[in-house]
């Protein structure tokens, strides 16, 4: 089955600790993004990347950085540097970004609990 | 990038259709309307989407006001499973294919 995959669902860590969260897709899309979702609101963009080996902030990106060395693989680490970093993280991808009829797909997100 | 307003939460009984309205008065010509849902504690989902003329798939109908600055999604008979939080997203040449997600509606539905 195509689809994404994010591990873990639940990940805790303690403060000052950087944390990478995984995410993989099979269905062969350009482009993909991460959101990450407080409770009660709606996503916000983190970073997206719309090719391999070039990817772009979104609105949230400080205290967080990405890669994307494989068109399959979009891993987000979360730095020390991010304030709040207890949250929801969802990633998505989409055939590419320039069409704006393409759906997204999302994974079942990595609840992320720092204390 | 347009402004949307959807009503907070909304009822609605097992097996009766819903009709979820959003309003998005500053869309331009070229915006696509997308509808996502997302359950509790998981992803969002892809509902449907539409330009001008009304839209049906499996899971829903769209249907987009003449002026474009309302839609409606519309679940034909509601169930269990279609409780969910659902968003209503005018995709625009400037977000760079992402999607902006407000707090969208959040529907019961009672057996």
């Known amino acids: 089955d195509g689809g994404i995959t994010q591990s873990p669902k639940y990940l805790f860590r303690k403060e000052g600790q950087n944390v990478t969260l995984s995410c993989e897709q099979n269905?062969?899309?350009?482009?993909m993004y991460w959101y990450r979702q407080d409770p009660g609101q709606g996503l916000r963009l983190i970073y997206y990347?719309?090719?391999?080996?070039?990817?772009q902030k979104g609105d949230i990106a400080e205290g967080y950085s990405v890669s994307r060395e494989k068109k399959e693989s979009f891993p987000l680490t979360v730095t020390s540097a991010q304030k709040n970093p207890t949250a929801f993280y969802l990633c998505?991808?989409?055939?590419?970004?320039?069409?704006?009829?393409?759906?997204?797909?999302f994974g079942p997100g990595t609840r992320l609990t720092v204390t | 990038d347009a402004k949307t307003t959807q009503p907070n939460s909304m009822e609605s009984n097992e097996e009766e259709p819903v009709h979820l309205p959003c309003n998005h008065s500053?869309?331009?010509?070229?915006?696509?309307i997308h509808w996502y849902r997302q359950l509790p504690s998981q992803g969002p989902e892809y509902v449907i989407h539409?330009?001008?003329s009304n839209v049906n798939n499996r899971m829903a109908s769209l249907a987009i006001a003449e002026d474009r600055k309302s839609s409606t999604l519309i679940l034909h008979r509601a169930t269990l499973r279609d409780a969910a939080v659902y968003y209503c997203i005018p995709t625009g040449g400037g977000s760079q294919g992402n999607l902006i997600f407000g707090k969208g509606t959040k529907l019961s539905v009672k057996p």
């Open positions: 990347s719309q090719i391999v080996n070039d990817f």
């Open positions: 539409g330009l001008t």
């Open positions: 269905l062969n899309h350009d482009a």
């Open positions: 998505a991808s989409s055939i590419e970004t320039t069409v704006l009829s393409y759906e997204q797909y």
């Open positions: 500053t869309i331009s010509g070229t915006d696509y």
